[in-house]
């Protein structure tokens, strides 16, 4: 007599994957409903049914799905948004980041949806346009929430503590996007002067903050590309934040033109993703780039590829580390010529 078969029974994430694209909904759905903007205090569905004019029922079910997966709290009836998701995702605060979400799924939604065509068939004989310049300028826009949400502040405190950093006079952002860094930065030292270097829209948005940061004395912008044209030179301190991926190609070229680009002792650091465990680690990162890789376009830095560009053109030392940020973890590697 055949005998089904004898399985350990232990909880699979199998099951829970099939989840992953309402979870995915669930939170795009709250954002553009600005669900959260509503959720500072304890609501009952009843009252979130009656702001928004949706379906009580359906409300009612939507809320206890947010609550499931941790971005909404209940107690008696009643939600309101955890700790982080006021933080993150209430438009009222200076962390939001909710349209850079909505934004980074829209960008990789068309390689979602074609997924199984590209592992089937391969990436598309022409390699995909990842965006123009006015799309990153949206993205740079919306990614600067990102930065201050804590980052460019633990990056600047870190920076500052780097041997000579008191007797700096210009640092460069390079990649620089928002410019939030390069404020940051320049904030945390009495006298040092900065340069934003990214596509000429993008600049334009770097310039906004600066405005608004009140640093127009302290912080100029370099409209261009940074793999082709003149980066300027004499920085003390130069800074790239996950933009060598773009050049990933001629990292040892790009690195080579940081490098004739500092004054003597000068300091190069970058702040990029490392993948680990035979590129399978930390899921995030990994998950993120399928939507370019896929297509063709893989950015992935294995981990110490960043520090070892460094040490092959010739920095006379290079120090590294991992740092946690919100995304996730980073590696920080710090090189002085």
Known sequence: MKKLPDIDLQPSPVYDLLNGSIKTQMLLTAIELNLFDFLSSQKTSEEIAMEFKTHLANTGLFLDGLTAVGLLKKRGGCYWNTGA??????RSSPAYVGEMLLMTHRMSAETVSRMTQL???GPPSKAPDIGGEEIW???ARVLANYQRSGVARKMAGTVSQIEGFSSFKKMLDLGG???LFCIAMVA?????NGTIFDRPAIVKVAEEFIAEYEMKDRITTIGGDYLNDPIGEGYDLIWTSATLNFVHGNLTRMVEKIYDALAPGGVFVSLSDGVLDERT???VYVLSNLAYALPGQDLMFNSGEVAEAMKNVGFASVESTVVATPMMPMELDMARK
């Open 281 to 283: 680690r930390p899921a």
């Open 188 to 192: 945390e030292h009495s006298a040092m």
């Open 177 to 179: 996007g928002p410019g």
């Open 137 to 139: 300028a949206g993205y």
């Open 85 to 90: 998701t006021e933080t993150m995702l209430n």
């Open 119 to 121: 592992v089937r068939n």
